[in-house]
Structures are given as structure tokens and as C-alpha cells.
């Protein structure tokens, strides 16, 4: 009797790229035909949030599923500590194949570091660096640490390192994760082919953003990459159908965080605006996700790792913090979902210093943001159905008071059940004993944030 094949998963994921900014999320401007594709084959997420709109915790929430106090990689350039387990840790022990490819960033400092096997979290195939932004000639190590530069575009050296790694492993259950640098900025480091799609004068901005030239350059690069990323998820769709595997291949495209780009005035991320909190989210199985589904589910990083291991019939660890959304995932209507996503930032990089922001948590339901600073004073609250641009803060409305009170106590139950304390960054830095790395993060940028010591 032929037994099914474990299902291979290809998890790849964009550096800051926002939900909006997809065709299938109503977006006519950028040219997503790929990503609508895997949509369109599988299920698409509209409800998807980062939990902590930065690079380094956002994905250690999606490697270990569990929120940043807990995995301690608070911030930019602080270390993912080798004590967690990592998702590829599972695929590994469980027989799989494992590789990595792309951004890493979970290694601290410095930025250019050699990840080590044991810095790897379980990916034993290795073609990455830990940061960089520079997506042309970029440098690389591979797997035992040897120093190259690559020609042209990063996403195109990568995804024809993703191809050529499916094709070794066509006859075994992999797991693959792919990182690619862009959309994040700089956004002019794309090629002029793609620039020449989006010409900054007819760019559509969005209801809520600052109208500069600054601005409808920087969207214009950043549709540009968007939309050479697209072309190379079809490269890699277009291959797996090839080698045969589509069908037993869970490709999921998503992303670690988004970007305001001018909206409500501010660039970047760490905010909990819906452009630097909502993230794209489309997977495939062909074998057994059914096709052309839209799923309101509230997703968010934390759940990537059960729901992917859930997927694959393996184990979850303990300690991940993540909810088990598979079922929703495989088309199940019948299950208990949850009502909010947790959201905040423990910890603001220079980016937030330099817009005065302090640390925050908030909660996203299916129709409210609300969002609040340590201190208690309240900071933003939205009916994001009666105003998806969130052009009305309701705060201090008095009408919304009661509202604002229903949400403090969704908030407040989060906060008890992922034992977060709500403290200043600089109280939670001393509490994890994390004062000597973060101090050495902050000597990359002069000096320039309060140390620490």
C-alpha cells in the first residue's frame, strides 16, 4: 500500500513588505500576479499582523512561536538566545532536509558575522548573512562559512539557489525558508526594468499619507521590488510544477512586518497603524488546502510555527506561545478562533526614537485597533470597518469609552497570559540581562540612543 509523502514546506518571506501593497489585497497599482496566483490556488489571510512591527523580534516570533519577552530578542541586533528551539529544529529531528536562504538577522552583532551551525536553530543547508540592505553584489557565506559576493539582484541569486536546492532534494520532505531583503528600503536598489513600471508622478497614494516627492520615490521603489519579488515567487512556482512537487509542497509567502511610508505622516515600522502592523499571508497545498478561499481568521507570526508543524503532523514544543491555526488553514469552519492578535513594541529602535515613540501593546481585533503606552495614557483607537485609513483617533472620544474599556480588558488579559510586565525598554533590557548586548547593538549607531549599562 503506497503511503502519502510527508508534505515538503518553502516558507518565504519579504523584509517589510505591507499587506496593501498586493493585488489580491485591492491593490490595482502593484503588479502581484504570482502572489494573487498562490492565492488564488490556496488560501489567502487578509487578517494577518505581525505581533512586533520590527525585524529582529518579529522574527523571532515566527522561528520559535513565542512572543519577544520570551524569546528575549527585544530588539534590532540583539541575539536570538541559543537555548530557544527553532521551527527548522523540529523539521530536522522529525527526518527532514533543512535549509536557509537569505536575511537571517537573528545573530546580533556585528551585522556581518558568520552564523555558525549552532547559531542556525536546526537549518543545516545555509547560503545567508545575517544583515545587509545592499541588493546589488551582495556579500554571502555558505554553509561552512566561506565569503562570496554574488552578481546582480539579491532575490534572483536567491530564489535560483531555492530552485537549485528543490531540485537536490526532490526525493526527500524538506523545509526551506527563504528570506528575502526586499521590499525593505534602500528602495532605489532595484533594476530599472521594474523602476520603470511605477513612475513616481502616477503613483495612487493612500488616503492617509503625506503627498512629497520623497514619498512617490520611495513607493515607487518600493512597488518596483515588490513586483521583481513577484516575478521570482513565479520562478519558483513554475519550477516546483516542474519537479513535480507542487502538490506536495505547503508554500506560504508572507512577511516580518510592514512599512508606513508616509502614511499618518511617519515612514518605517514599530507602529501599530494598520501599514506597519498588517502583513500579506498566502499559502498553498495543493494535496490538501482547498483553492480560492479567503479566510478571516486572525492570524499572526507566533502561530506560523504550530500551524506549520501542525501541517506536517509534528510536534509542537513546549513553551510556544503561537495558536495551532491549521485547521483554518486546511478549510475547517468548525473551530474555536481567536478573537484578537496581541501587538506592541518592548523595545523602540532609533526609528521610533526618532519620531519621540514610546513603547506600547495594543490589540487588533477583526474590527478595532487599539493600542496604548506603558504608562497608561492611551495613544490610538480605530473602527478600522468604518474607517479602514484610520483617519479618526476614537481615544478620547467620549462616545468610545466603553469601547475603549471592552479593549483595555482584551488587552489586559493578553498582557497576563504572555507574562509581560508592560515596563519602559530600559526596565525590561535590566530584567533580561540583556544590558551588555544591547549596549553593544547601540555602538553601531554612534552611540546615539541612551546606554544602557
Excluded at 487578517?47 to 520570551?70: D, E, Q, W
Aim: glycine share 8%; proline share 8%.
Amino acid at each position: 500500500m503506497e503511503t502519502t509523502r510527508k508534505p515538503n514546506l518553502i516558507f518565504v518571506f519579504g523584509d517589510q513588505h505591507r499587506q496593501c501593497d498586493v493585488g489580491c489585497a485591492g491593490n490595482p497599482q502593484v503588479q502581484t500576479p504570482a502572489m494573487d496566483q498562490l492565492a488564488q490556488d490556496g488560501v489567502f489571510f487578509p487578517n494577518t499582523f505581525t505581533n512586533v512591527p520590527i525585524c529582529v523580534p518579529a522574527r523571532g516570533c515566527l522561528m520559535t512561536g513565542k512572543y519577544p519577552l520570551n524569546h528575549k530578542a527585544v530588539s534590532n541586533d540583539l541575539p536570538l538566545p541559543l537555548t530557544e528551539t527553532g521551527i527548522a529544529e523540529v523539521f530536522r529531528d522529525a527526518g527532514y532536509a533543512t535549509g536557509y536562504i537569505g536575511k537571517w538577522h537573528l545573530g546580533g552583532m556585528p551585522r556581518d558575522k558568520f552564523i555558525t551551525p549552532e547559531m542556525r536553530f536546526g537549518f543545516d543547508h545555509w547560503i545567508g548573512w545575517n544583515c545587509h540592505h545592499n541588493y546589488f553584489n551582495a556579500p554571502y557565506h555558505d554553509s561552512d562559512g566561506n565569503e562570496f559576493q554574488i552578481d546582480g539582484y539579491e532575490p534572483e541569486f536567491q530564489t535560483d539557489k531555492a530552485i537549485e536546492y528543490c531540485q537536490n532534494h526532490v526525493d526527500e520532505p524538506f523545509c526551506l525558508y527563504m528570506s528575502w531583503g526586499p521590499p525593505h528600503n534602500p528602495y532605489e536598489h532595484v533594476p530599472e526594468r521594474y523602476k520603470a513600471m511605477y513612475p513616481p508622478e502616477d503613483i495612487q497614494l493612500r488616503p492617509n499619507a503625506v503627498d512629497t516627492p520623497a514619498t512617490r520615490e520611495d513607493i515607487s521603489g518600493y512597488y518596483a521590488h515588490i513586483t521583481a519579488l513577484d516575478e521570482n515567487l513565479g520562478r519558483l512556482m513554475t519550477a516546483l510544477d516542474e519537479m513535480g512537487i507542487a502538490e506536495d509542497t505547503i508554500l506560504v509567502y508572507t512577511s516580518d512586518h510592514g512599512d508606513m511610508l508616509g502614511s499618518h505622516g511617519h515612514v518605517r515600522k514599530e507602529r501599530p497603524w494598520e501599514e506597519s502592523a498588517r502583513i500579506p499571508f498566502m499559502m498553498r497545498w495543493p494535496r490538501r488546502i482547498p483553492a480560492g478561499v479567503t479566510r478571516d481568521t486572525l492570524l499572526s507570526l507566533v502561530d506560523f510555527m504550530p500551524s506549520m508543524l501542525s501541517l506536517c503532523d509534528l510536534s509542537i514544543p513546549e513553551g510556544v506561545e503561537g495558536i495551532d491555526l491549521s485547521e483554518a488553514m486546511l478549510g475547517n469552519q468548525t473551530i474555536d478562533e481567536p478573537q484578537s492578535v496581541f501587538l506592541g513594541v518592548p523595545l523602540h529602535g532609533s526609528e521610533g526614537f526618532n519620531f519621540g515613540i514610546r513603547e506600547w501593546r495594543g490589540v487588533r481585533t477583526h474590527r478595532h485597533t487599539y493600542a496604548r503606552h506603558y504608562d497608561g495614557t492611551g495613544w490610538l483607537l480605530y473602527d478600522n470597518d468604518n474607517d479602514p485609513y484610520q483617519l479618526n483617533n476614537l481615544i478620547d472620544n467620549a462616545d468610545s469609552q466603553d469601547l475603549r474599556a471592552e479593549l483595555e480588558v482584551e488587552l489586559q488579559e493578553w498582557i497576563t497570559r504572555v507574562n509581560d510586565p508592560f515596563l519602559p525598554g530600559v526596565e525590561h533590557i535590566r530584567q533580561l540581562g540583556l544590558s551588555e548586548l544591547w549596549n553593544i547593538s547601540e555602538q553601531r549607531f554612534g552611540g546615539r540612543n541612551p546606554r544602557w549599562a
